[in-house]
């Protein structure tokens, strides 16, 4: 009986109602990140006084700490605390962080003097600089790495009306995240750089603040899904056992390997799969042995290491196109700066720049919404309408061409500049490679979101939605290594004895030969990712042609059923047929040959 009210207490929790706090924090949290993402570049540069390879690494690096520190999150939501009061905490350090900014950026005592070196940062200036970027770093990190997968926990993806929920939650988290930017890149930076810094910081830590609050409040709506079993732990698990087993045989047929009853699982069974077989061997019982953790894994703790490493290559695809991302919020900004900033009588930030693509996407995410998904669906069945593969593919071949249009742009900026410098071009020029890059973030950052939520193991999808952070995180740190090497090696080449991005004066640097260095990259890019996303195979997924139908799942599990009779009775002259119904019942989570299979590769 009670088993049945808090069933149907379950049932009542969880939906948009729920998902609208996430929303909501999701809204005015970033509303603060992007703003200071987009201009914190001018901050350090003219707060600080850092030169302008140093203010954007610095920036670059912070950026990149916040997207790595989401594993942190990730880890602990899944592990030791649920997402709900992991969020709350990591939120109460991003606050206290952003209060020790605002006071640096308000009192001139706590700024350093110019020194016209690379930094002048150095003594408590320092101590206070860093303390606050590192504990801001942790916080944002930590709320990155569990807020989505707490508003993706509230839709239950094997329902079949849920899971079209699930698609559009990433959808609509991305159009709050995107309205919450356009706040931030206008009025937070117009604040930041036309009034006070510590005015625009003073906002964006009272808007973080109010956005936890909410959250909190939201707790009476929530699923909230206890921690289990450390992830890593379970990894670790299968390949020390699969190391320890190396020299053994793997059976015959895969229904011999370690697995446990389904009434004794509680994170529910993955299908073996045909891929990486050599971990495989975690899972054979040797002899009589009795079953322990460190001694044999089952299929399923296999199949989840399988998941995870399958993802990698793409997870290692998307980090190009973040290295691409951190220029447009660096030096993109700077390019800005020594542009035309007059719209009629009206001076423009240069970092407010970032609206114009943002402004785009608060139309084409409910257009994509509301007429592509559904017109997609009819045709291929699928919840979000195409892959999420396929969005990621887009995306990276948008980024190369905005990187591309960006050289060009730069050409144009310099060549007037150098020319003329009284009559800089227009800033709305940048508008063509924002732009662009605007819509292929739109496809590939809610395509990576959905695609690590929806194939990750039910004990590891916060940590496997970080993944998408974690790319970020490595483009970032690559941007401050390509920067760092690519000034090396051409002030050693060139014949001016300068490197590419070298001083603090743009019109006598190459900036348009690093983003065509970029361009290459991300086209070279493109190509590897094609390659592994049609190796890729998806998880078994659950199709319903009607809300009220039985997954095809189901059916494929009783055809597998009835073959496997077949075969054992001796039925020879039925094995051609038979092994024909397997091959058009068995989804692609089961076997490299089946028919689904092939049509799940040809999506991609």
Same mark, same amino acid.
């Given at each position: 009986m009670?088993?049945?009210?808090?069933?149907?207490a379950?049932?009542?929790?969880?939906?948009f109602?729920?998902?609208?706090f996430?929303?909501?924090?999701?809204?005015?949290?970033?509303?603060?990140?992007?703003?200071?993402?987009v201009?914190?570049?001018l901050?350090?540069?003219?707060?600080?006084?850092?030169d302008?390879s140093?203010?954007?690494?610095?920036?670059?690096?912070?950026?990149?700490?916040?997207?790595?520190?989401?594993?942190?999150?990730?880890?602990?939501?899944?592990?030791?605390?649920?997402r709900?009061?992991?969020?709350?905490?990591?939120?109460?350090?991003?606050?206290?962080?952003?209060?020790?900014?605002?006071?640096?950026?308000?009192?001139?005592?706590?700024?350093?003097?110019?020194?016209?070196?690379?930094?002048?940062?150095?003594?408590?200036v320092?101590?206070?600089?860093?303390?606050?970027?590192?504990?801001?770093?942790?916080?944002?990190?930590?709320?990155?790495?569990?807020?989505?997968?707490?508003?993706?926990?509230?839709?239950?993806e094997?329902?079949?009306?849920?899971?079209?929920g699930?698609?559009?939650?990433f959808?609509?988290?991305?159009?709050?995240?995107?309205?919450?930017s356009?706040?931030g890149?206008?009025?937070?930076?117009? &604040?930041s750089?036309?009034?006070?810094?510590?005015?625009?910081f003073?906002?964006?830590?009272?808007?973080?603040?109010l956005?936890f609050?909410?959250?909190?409040?939201?707790?009476?709506?929530?699923?909230?899904?206890?921690?289990s #079993?450390s992830p890593?732990?379970r990894i670790? #698990?299968?390949? =020390?056992?699969?190391?320890?087993? $190396?020299?053994?045989?793997?059976?015959?047929?895969?229904?011999?390997?370690?697995?446990?009853s389904?009434?004794?699982?509680?994170?529910?069974?993955?299908?073996h799969?045909?891929?990486l077989?050599?971990?495989?061997?975690?899972? &054979?019982?040797?002899?009589?042995?009795?079953?322990?953790?460190?001694k =044999?894994?089952?299929?399923?703790?296999?199949e989840?290491v399988?998941?995870?490493?399958?993802?990698?290559?793409?997870?290692?695809?998307?980090?190009?196109?973040n290295?691409?991302?951190?220029?447009?919020?660096?030096?993109?900004?700077?390019?800005?700066n020594?542009?035309?900033?007059?719209?009629?009588?009206?001076?423009?930030?240069?970092?407010s720049?970032? =609206?114009?693509?943002?402004?785009?996407?608060?139309?084409?995410?409910?257009?994509?919404?509301?007429?592509?998904?559904?017109?997609?669906?009819?045709?291929?069945?699928?919840?979000?309408?195409?892959? #999420?593969?396929?969005? &990621?593919?887009?995306?990276?071949?948008l980024?190369s061409?905005?990187?591309?249009?960006?050289?060009?742009i730069?050409?144009? $900026?310099?060549?007037?500049?150098?020319?003329?410098?009284?009559?800089?071009?227009?800033?709305?020029?940048?508008?063509?490679?924002?732009?662009?890059?605007?819509i292929?973030?739109?496809?590939?950052q809610?395509?990576?979101?959905?695609f690590?939520?929806?194939?990750?193991?039910?004990?590891?999808?916060?940590?496997?939605?970080?993944?998408?952070?974690?790319a970020?995180?490595?483009g970032?740190?690559?941007?401050?290594?390509?920067?760092?090497?690519?000034?090396?090696?051409?002030?050693r080449v060139?014949?001016?004895?300068?490197?590419?991005?070298?001083?603090?004066?743009?019109?006598?640097?190459?900036?348009?030969l690093?983003?065509?260095?970029?361009?290459?990259?991300?086209?070279?890019n493109?190509?590897?990712? &094609?390659?592994?996303?049609?190796?890729?195979?998806?998880?078994?997924?659950e199709?319903?042609?009607?809300?009220?139908?039985?997954?095809?799942?189901?059916?494929?599990?009783?055809?597998e059923?009835?073959?496997?009779k077949?075969?054992?009775?001796?039925?020879?002259?039925?094995?051609?047929?038979?092994q024909?119904?397997?091959a058009?019942?068995?989804?692609?989570?089961?076997?490299?040959e089946?028919?689904?299979?092939?049509?799940?590769?040809?999506k991609?």
């Amino acid at each position: 009986m009670r088993d049945k009210e808090e069933a149907k207490a379950w049932e009542k929790k969880g939906g948009f109602r729920a998902a609208m706090f996430v929303f909501v924090l999701s809204a005015l949290d970033n509303m603060g990140l992007v703003a200071n993402m987009v201009s914190m570049v001018l901050y350090f540069y003219g707060v600080m006084h850092f030169d302008l390879s140093s203010s954007a690494n610095t920036l670059t690096n912070f950026l990149g700490s916040t997207f790595l520190l989401s594993l942190v999150g990730a880890f602990i939501s899944d592990t030791y605390l649920n997402r709900l009061t992991t969020c709350l905490l990591f939120g109460s350090l991003e606050v206290t962080a952003l209060v020790v900014v605002t006071i640096q950026a308000g009192t001139k005592a706590l700024q350093p003097e110019a020194c016209g070196k690379s930094s002048c940062v150095k003594g408590g200036v320092a101590v206070m600089l860093y303390t606050s970027l590192c504990l801001l770093a942790l916080g944002s990190g930590g709320v990155r790495g569990s807020m989505t997968a707490l508003g993706a926990d509230q839709f239950e993806e094997k329902d079949p009306k849920e899971g079209k929920g699930l698609a559009t939650y990433f959808n609509w988290l991305l159009l709050s995240t995107t309205l919450g930017s356009v706040v931030g890149v206008t009025g937070v930076v117009w &604040v930041s750089t036309q009034r006070a810094w510590y005015l625009g910081f003073l906002i964006v830590t009272v808007s973080s603040f109010l956005g936890f609050l909410t959250l909190a409040l939201g707790k009476p709506f929530y699923r909230i899904l206890p921690p289990s #079993q450390s992830p890593l732990s379970r990894i670790l #698990q299968v390949i =020390v056992v699969a190391f320890k087993n $190396r020299k053994l045989p793997l059976p015959e047929s895969h229904e011999e390997l370690y697995e446990i009853s389904d009434k004794d699982s509680t994170t529910g069974k993955i299908a073996h799969t045909n891929q990486l077989r050599f971990l495989d061997k975690a899972a &054979v019982l040797q002899g009589n042995f009795e079953p322990k953790p460190w001694k =044999v894994c089952t299929v399923t703790q296999v199949e989840e290491v399988k998941i995870l490493t399958r993802m990698l290559p793409i997870l290692a695809s998307t980090i190009i196109m973040n290295t691409c991302l951190a220029q447009l919020q660096t030096f993109s900004v700077q390019q800005g700066n020594v542009m035309n900033l007059k719209l009629g009588s009206f001076t423009v930030p240069p970092a407010s720049i970032p =609206v114009i693509p943002l402004l785009f996407l608060c139309i084409l995410i409910p257009i994509y919404e509301f007429f592509f998904v559904p017109f997609a669906r009819k045709i291929t069945n699928h919840p979000s309408g195409v892959t #999420q593969l396929q969005r &990621v593919g887009v995306g990276l071949v948008l980024s190369s061409i905005s990187m591309t249009v960006a050289g060009i742009i730069e050409v144009k $900026r310099r060549d007037q500049a150098r020319k003329d410098p009284s009559k800089p071009i227009s800033l709305f020029w940048l508008s063509f490679q924002y732009a662009i890059f605007g819509i292929a973030d739109m496809f590939t950052q809610v395509g990576l979101l959905e695609f690590f939520y929806r194939e990750a193991p039910k004990t590891m999808k916060s940590l496997s939605t970080s993944f998408t952070w974690l790319a970020m995180s490595i483009g970032y740190f690559l941007s401050t290594v390509f920067v760092n090497v690519i000034n090396s090696i051409t002030k050693r080449v060139a014949p001016s004895k300068q490197g590419w991005l070298h001083g603090f004066d743009l019109n006598s640097n190459n900036l348009n030969l690093f983003y065509w260095f970029l361009a290459i990259l991300s086209c070279i890019n493109f190509f590897n990712f &094609v390659y592994w996303a049609c190796w890729y195979k998806y998880k078994s997924e659950e199709e319903y042609q009607d809300g009220d139908q039985e997954p095809r799942a189901r059916a494929k599990s009783e055809s597998e059923t009835k073959h496997m009779k077949m075969v054992h009775q001796g039925m020879m002259m039925m094995g051609k047929s038979s092994q024909t119904s397997e091959a058009n019942s068995e989804g692609p989570s089961s076997s490299d040959e089946t028919e689904d299979g092939q049509r799940e590769r040809s999506k991609v």
